[in-house]
């Protein structure tokens, strides 16, 4: 303001002051909107957390105290008994995604090489849209084509319907993951006299390897829990069954049964069954984050 | 005595280990048959992508087309899911399905917002970190594991406290939206647990478009004198507009699509009531519900019938989504 007085060269006129004062009113004004929007912003995040951490909790404490060994020994009992396990279902789940990775991950790793040397945008936005579809759909259609030709639930449907997800996901890390390899190093094998598909397996690919292994664990993550695709495949099983060409029983599809039924015995097993599938879950990705890890720390 | 020469060159070589030089057309046509083959099997793997999305199209369209011919437009039109009579109308479960998203989105979107720009622009980094995990994990919780804590926790909590909270005590109760008997099972346990489940793609996709932004968009506004948070209003959302639109599209695919959290929460039945506390249908749980228990060969069309206009509403929300961001991200 002094300043100010100098230079016009004399006391500030009352409509001068006015509008330093409007100026300053506005100012503060400001200034106490934005701290209530920054505080709303954080308020904002406390909320969006605290389902997760509601979840986990109550997951932690119902899981306590339903697990036990006879839950990973034994196979269901009926209704209305207590005890049992799902040791039927953790195979099952291990084994549809183990079907579902046999069928995802090569042709995801493949098409995604393919987008990321071709530039191909069309099968990129295909494979994003692709993605978006919901799990039921994946369910009808692979029950269309799996089960229904031949007229019995399978472990096979189940796992494939699993894998057909897991095409577009892992389709699009890869090609992420291979677009980051520098384009010098593709540049100094060709020049080496490497042909271009020995280029591509043995420097591109390996280069990305373990961004391409995050992604994958990442997809196996994921459908580890998908319930939708199964009840028309897979459909579940009571019984102790491995077989391929049989139903399987899955432990999303455990859960699901159990927790719409009526017996608390059977809502205290779908809790366990819960911690353990998230367990499963967990595990996938703590993996995919060790992977991420290495990579980072091989390229400093 | 050159052929000597050459013949001791190459069992030196072989001794050594060190490779003679093959001959150079070999080479050119090895490694010319190798790229050829390299090239058709990654773009016959590609090819799975367009063929799985048109093949999904055949197979639901073609077992939907008994139901859609039998009924026409009435399909997405009635209300009446008779499976004894042979009747089937779509219409309660096409309306609880919007409405569910509708609601899950109206709830997320600003959370979503919040915590990606809370993210990208105001955390402390030694809170960025896992709030970021948190959100991330989120998404990584399986459905069914929502639908089992919300039969036994949401629901419990919205049967006996915020429902009759909300009727009564804000006495919301005059409008027909929360009009009627608490049922636990409701559009509304559907909405919330959906805006749950949304909520941290609409934030990832936010966040990405927000990084997006250059910085300069940034320093020109405080440059100007513009606060905090009228960076953030005036210079970073209106760039980053149309990808923060997809994000919210993307977001309310999934919503559409969710199947198993729902079909525990949303009440399953064929009814369209305007009150949010009754329980109603949507796609995705009508046909996780009635299909292994379909009867007859109509009630089986219809529900695939169901999952053709699922298919279709979620491809296209999807495809203007990913335009949307993708129209953001090129202007990087």
Sequence with gaps: MATAQTTWGGAPSGRQRAVAERTQRSIRRRRVRSHIMIGLMYAAAVIAILPLLLIVIHLLRMGASSLNLAFFTQTQRPPGEAGGGMANAIVGTLILIAIASAVGLPVGIGAGLYLAEKRATTVRFLADVLNGLPSIVMGIFAWSLLVKPVKHFSALAGGMALGAMMIPMVTRTTEEMVRLVPISLREAALA???????????IVLRTALGGIVTGALVAMARIAGETAPLLFTALGNQFWSTSLRAPIAALPLQIYNYAISPYDEWHTQAWAAAVVLVGIVLVI???????????YGAGD | MTEIVARDAAQAAAATGVPTRPSRSW????????DRIYSWSITGFA?????LLLLIFLAVGLAAWPALRTFGFSFLTSSDWDPVAGHFGAAPAIYGTIVSSLLALLI???LALGVAVFLSEFAPPWLRQPVAFGVDMLAAVPSVIYGLWGIFVLIPFLREFLMPFLRDTLHLGVLPLFNGPAYGSSMLAAGLILAIMCLPYISAVTREVLLAVPRSQREAAVGLGATRWEVIRDAVIPYARSGIIGGIILGLGRALGETMAVTMLIGNRHEISASLFAPGYTMASLIANEFSEATGDLHLSALMAVGFVLLLVTFLVNAIARWLVWQTAKER
């Design chain 2, 108 to 110: 997320a979107t600003p």
């Design chain 2, 27 to 34: 080479t050119e046509i090895g490694s010319e048959i190798g």
């Design chain 1, 192 to 202: 080496l006299g490497y042909s271009r598909w020995r280029t591509s397996l043995s």
């Design chain 2, 47 to 51: 090819a799975f992508v367009p063929i």
């Design chain 1, 285 to 295: 990705s703590l993996a995919a984050r060790v992977a991420t890890r290495r990579r």
